[in-house]
């Protein structure tokens, strides 16, 4: 069982930036690649980056690419989400979510919310 816990959500203007922590209890957080989602009002989930569990692959949606990067530091148990030059169209809930692919299992955190307005 995996416990995650995201943190840095908040109100910021356009072309602010943000930095959002998912931090991970339970289990050996090196064995799990990671990856953060996002939903807006009346959308479907999106996958917006991931990163393998040793932190030596990417990948992004092409709405964020350029924009946003993903790291992991398996030291803190803890995955990041920079996320800058933010668009009002990057408003959402950003979910972290852990996948262990040998054991065919994943988790998720509870969200937070990321609001990009004037």
């Known amino acids: 069982q995996v416990q995650l816990v995201e943190s840095g959500g908040g109100l910021v203007q356009p072309g602010g930036s943000l930095r959002l922590s998912c931090v991970a209890s339970g289990s050996t957080f090196s064995n799990y690649a990671m990856r953060w989602y996002r939903q807006a009002p009346g959308k479907e989930r999106e996958l917006v980056a991931a990163i393998s569990s040793t932190g030596g692959g990417t990948n992004y949606a092409d709405s964020v690419k350029g924009r946003f990067t993903i790291s992991r530091d398996n030291a803190k148990n803890t995955v990041y989400l920079q996320m800058n030059s933010l668009k009002p169209e990057d408003t959402a809930v950003y979910y972290c979510?852990?996948?262990?692919?040998?054991?065919?299992?994943?988790?998720w955190g509870q969200g937070t919310q990321v609001t990009v307005s004037s």
């Open positions: 979510m852990g996948r262990r692919n040998s054991l065919n299992v994943e988790y």
